[in-house]
């Protein structure tokens, strides 16, 4: 794996991946909080049994990567989702007087 320098690109590094010894879990769920002031979000990586919920990761990710990481995983599922239309406001009709 190699990680760039993010003062110096020319700079590449090789990395060894370190394996975690937690073991691979199923989630049936995501949480995403957003700061808004450094622009980092927390993803929390929940699964859901019959009387409770756990949370199997929680990671904290800066918004550019988090964004890197969109396009990896639109890319490899094939799906490109589309921006929404505004909503229109529906307008209340004025009141008879």
Do not use: W
């Amino acid at each position: 794996m190699k990680k760039n320098n993010a003062k110096d690109e020319k700079d590449d590094v090789e990395l060894e991946l370190k394996h975690s010894t937690s073991p691979t879990s199923y989630s049936d769920y995501i949480q995403v909080a957003s700061n808004k002031k450094d622009g980092n979000l927390i993803l929390q990586l929940i699964s859901i049994l019959p009387d409770v919920l756990i949370e199997n990761h929680r990671t904290v990710l800066d918004s550019g990567f988090i964004k890197h990481f969109i396009d990896i995983l639109c890319e490899i599922i094939d799906y490109y989702p589309q921006k929404p239309k505004p909503k229109k406001k529906k307008r209340k009709p004025a009141k008879k007087k």
